[in-house]
């Protein structure tokens, strides 16, 4: 089956605007949602408490960048963005919530043209499972790391499949009772159709191994549920070495 071109992606996006407002109406479909922003934002307080420049890739309307303002306020906030109609309320909700500076990009993120080292951290938030090809993916991950300044960390949440076929096929029909539990089988079909059309997602494995080849210190997973995966890495700065438990350590 053909996969949704980049126009048709934009286009739908830009009739959906209102419902991706709400984690209640636009993220029904994805397991522990709240949990992942949570994660997400604490995270990044946690280990860049000083940062000034976020990249919110994919922005949507703009919930991630409004999470980790919670957290850390002031940020100054590129949003990028497909759908100009997605962009426009994401600029809207978060210039409300900073002080900081807020730019919008309307680009396909593998177009990303920004200077190098002008973020202290890079959001991506269910935006990588539209990549297609290997290339397309090595070039996003090399791109962000060139985009993240030394100490920066970019943060992942999205769908993901699992690379041994039995397991991947055990999930995924626990992700369908899911689906079946919150809007019956007709929604379960709904959905699945819809990540048949326009996603391509890989593995937590396969994206740790691209990001580790493009230079990242550290990758490692922050909450795994079913088939979606929060996870973060890190460009660790020469001054300022990342702080390791020892062996049998659990920090308590």
Same mark, same amino acid.
């Given at each position: 089956?053909?996969? %949704?071109? #980049? ?7 830009? @009739? =959906?605007? /209102?419902? &991706?407002t709400s984690?209640?109406? *636009?993220?029904?479909?994805?397991v ?18 000083d ?51 807020? %730019?919008? #990009?309307?680009?396909?993120?593998k177009?990303?043209? @920004? =200077?190098? /080292?002008? &973020?202290?951290?890079?959001?991506? *938030?269910?935006?990588?499972h ?38 991947n ?12 539990t919150?809007g ?27 990001l ?41």
């Amino acid at each position: 089956m053909n996969k %949704s071109s #980049i126009n048709e992606i934009k286009e739908r996006f830009d @009739q =959906d605007v /209102e419902r &991706f407002t709400s984690l209640e109406t *636009g993220q029904t479909s994805t397991v522990d949602a709240r949990l992942s922003l949570d994660l997400i934002s604490e995270a990044a307080a946690h280990l860049r408490p000083d940062a000034k420049d976020l990249l919110d890739v994919g922005c949507g309307a703009g919930n991630y960048s409004l999470k980790l303002l919670e957290k850390i306020p002031h940020l100054n906030i590129s949003l990028v963005d497909l759908s100009p109609a997605m962009l426009s309320k994401a600029d809207e909700r978060v210039s409300r919530k900073t002080e900081g500076r807020v %730019s919008t #990009i309307c680009k396909d993120i593998k177009n990303l043209t @920004q =200077d190098k /080292e002008s &973020f202290d951290i890079i959001v991506a *938030g269910a935006v990588l499972h539209h990549l297609r090809e290997d290339t397309e993916w090595n070039h996003v991950f090399a791109n962000f790391y060139q985009l993240l300044r030394p100490g920066g960390i970019l943060l992942i949440s999205d769908l993901v499949v699992h690379s041994v076929k039995p397991i991947n096929h055990l999930i995924w029909e626990r992700y369908k009772s899911y689906l079946q539990t919150l809007g019956g089988e007709e929604y379960q079909k709904q959905v699945f159709t819809y990540i048949q059309i326009e996603d391509s997602p890989r593995s937590y494995e396969y994206q740790r191994e691209i990001l580790l080849e493009s230079g990242f210190n550290y990758v490692e997973i922050l909450h795994k549920n079913l088939c979606f995966a929060t996870f973060y890495a890190i460009k660790e700065n020469s001054n300022s070495k990342v702080e390791l438990l020892s062996p049998g350590e659990t920090d308590q």
